[in-house]
T-cell receptor
């Protein structure tokens, strides 16, 4: 089955620790995205990537980093510089960067210990 | 600044009721408007609207766009408990960045038996 797989489902971060959220897709989509969702708020864009080895900052990139070494993978690292990381993180992909519909993974819930 | 606003924030109805969810937007270079349903985790795509006055329909759900008054509505008739979810509205813009979605804050719908 084609889809977007995010792991882990739940993640806990200790003070000063970097953590990495995984996102893998087997849809052969060119574009991938990371969003953050806080309670009562919509999705806010962290980073996006149009093609392999290229990515751009979204609206709230501070304290986060990404890489896009393979078409199917777009991991997100939440660094210690992100002072309020507790949130629900969603990864999405779309066939082309100019395609409108984005398809989402099941998300990772990150909490701070 | 581009803005998407959804109302109401939350809604509680009983099975069989009809509900109308609203999405208004103030954006430059409007391209399309998308509706998603988020039950527990992954938002799933419902509709994409690009033209005013053309209703999109899927079963008990329907949606329409008014580009003059800058809003869209999502109607759900004969609601069922399975319709309980957060409904997200997002606007796609024509700009150099391509496929950027700006999300509203969502409407949380609860359908009671």
């Amino acid at each position: 089955d084609g889809g977007i797989t995010q792991s882990p489902k739940y993640l806990f971060r200790k003070e000063g620790q970097n953590v990495t959220l995984s996102c893998e897709q087997n849809l052969n989509h060119d574009a991938m995205y990371w969003y953050r969702q806080d309670p009562g708020q919509g999705l806010r864009l962290i980073y996006y990537s149009q093609i392999v080895n290229d990515f751009q900052k979204g609206d709230i990139a501070e304290g986060y980093s990404v890489s896009r070494e393979k078409k199917e993978s777009f991991p997100l690292t939440v660094t210690s510089a992100q002072k309020n990381p507790t949130a629900f993180y969603l990864c999405a992909s779309s066939p082309r960067f100019s395609g409108d519909i984005q398809y989402f993974g099941a998300g990772t819930r990150l909490s701070v210990l | 600044e581009d803005k998407v606003v959804q109302s109401p924030l939350s809604l509680v109805v009983h099975e069989g009721d009809t509900v109308t969810l609203n999405c208004s937007y103030e954006v430059t270079n409007f391209r399309s408007l998308l509706w998603y349903k988020q039950e527990k985790k992954a938002p799933t795509f419902l509709f994409m609207l690009t033209s005013s006055g053309i209703e999109k329909k899927s079963g008990r759900l329907s949606s329409i766009l008014d580009k003059k008054e800058l809003f869209s509505i999502l109607n759900i008739t004969a609601t069922q408990t399975g319709d309980s979810a957060i409904y997200l509205c997002a606007v796609n813009l024509w700009d150099n960045a391509g496929n950027m979605l700006t999300f509203g804050g969502g409407t949380r719908l609860m359908v009671k038996p």
